[in-house]
């Protein structure tokens, strides 16, 4: 026998009562035999039971495998879609991770490229001992001498502060405070640091108030980030 399932058995035997039954209620004209044939036939699923003995063991068998292939079918389609859902899981977490390595380092390598234009730059810029001494300096010859004494990328931050403080007046004096020249220094006489001639050389109050900006706050852009905030630096 081929594999089938227990009511596919079951249903198989009841056809076959039904036709003996049938043969044999013609034949003997009883009606009462001729329906309970007809009523097997009709809805009657035949219990394991009533199958003969020697065929039982069978009907359990192939049962019993196509129940194991069934559940061997959903297994296996359970774990494809889990290797699927793992696999895309993987590739979005890879996919996220290059980006933000490449992120990461196009970032770095953008950092890298600013610090060596300004490392260029702050070459390129003169001392203050560079620039001749005068009795006197109008604000267009301070601001030239700041503009080659300060990295290009961090003059307009640079430039910002000097108008809050002073409007670029190398001479200016707060007469409350005492702090004096273009940055306010106070008291003025640390910029003593930069130069002795601190009080009328705009070149050494430009170095000293550059030194200062880098020094503690790391750059003249972080500097105006922070006077903004606070008004003062």
Same mark, same amino acid.
């Given at each position: 026998?081929? =594999?089938?399932?227990?009511?596919?058995?079951?249903?198989?035997?009841? *056809?076959? &009562?039904?036709?003996?039954?049938? &043969? $044999?209620?013609?034949? /003997?004209?009883?009606?009462?035999?001729?329906?309970?044939?007809?009523?097997?036939?009709?809805?009657?699923? *035949?219990?394991?039971?009533?199958?003969?003995?020697?065929?039982?063991?069978?009907?359990? *068998?192939? #049962?019993?495998?196509?129940?194991?292939?069934?559940?061997?079918?959903?297994?296996? *389609? /359970?774990? +494809?879609?889990?290797?699927?859902?793992?696999?895309?899981?993987?590739?979005?977490?890879?996919?996220?991770? !290059?980006?933000?390595?490449?992120? +990461?380092?196009?970032?770095?390598? !953008?950092?890298?490229?600013?610090?060596?234009?300004?490392?260029?730059?702050?070459?390129?810029? +003169?001392?203050? #001992?560079?620039? %001749? $001494?005068? /009795?006197?300096?109008?604000?267009?010859?301070?601001? %030239?001498?700041? =503009?080659?004494? $300060?990295?290009?990328?961090?003059?307009?931050?640079?430039?910002?502060? &000097?108008?809050?403080?002073?409007?670029?007046?190398? +001479?200016?004096?707060?007469?409350? #405070?005492?702090?004096?020249?273009?940055?306010?220094?106070?008291?003025?006489?640390?910029?003593?640091?930069?130069?002795?001639?601190?009080?009328?050389?705009?070149?050494?109050?430009?170095?000293?108030?550059?030194? @200062?900006?880098?020094?503690? @706050?790391? #750059?003249?852009?972080?500097?105006? /980030?922070?006077?903004?905030?606070?008004?003062? @630096?």
């Amino acid at each position: 026998m081929s =594999r089938i399932s227990v009511r596919g058995f079951a249903v198989a035997s009841a *056809t076959a &009562v039904t036709a003996v039954g049938s &043969v $044999v209620g013609v034949a /003997s004209g009883s009606t009462a035999q001729n329906n309970d044939a007809e009523a097997t036939a009709t809805g009657a699923t *035949t219990l394991l039971a009533d199958i003969p003995a020697g065929q039982q063991a069978e009907v359990q *068998t192939a #049962s019993l495998t196509q129940q194991a292939e069934t559940m061997a079918i959903a297994a296996d *389609t /359970s774990a +494809k879609k889990e290797a699927e859902e793992a696999a895309r899981k993987a590739a979005a977490e890879t996919a996220v991770a !290059k980006k933000e390595a490449a992120e +990461k380092a196009a970032k770095a390598a !953008k950092e890298a490229e600013e610090r060596k234009k300004e490392e260029e730059a702050a070459s390129r810029s +003169k001392d203050a #001992s560079a620039f %001749a $001494v005068q /009795s006197s300096y109008t604000v267009a010859q301070i601001q %030239a001498m700041a =503009r080659q004494m $300060v990295p290009a990328g961090q003059f307009q931050c640079f430039s910002n502060i &000097v108008d809050h403080e002073s409007s670029w007046n190398y +001479k200016a004096v707060n007469p409350s #405070s005492g702090a004096y020249g273009l940055f306010q220094a106070l008291p003025g006489s640390k910029m003593a640091s930069a130069g002795s001639d601190w009080q009328t050389n705009p070149a050494t109050q430009i170095k000293w108030g550059l030194n @200062y900006m880098n020094e503690r @706050y790391g #750059s003249p852009c972080e500097a105006w /980030s922070f006077w903004q905030a606070n008004h003062w @630096y």
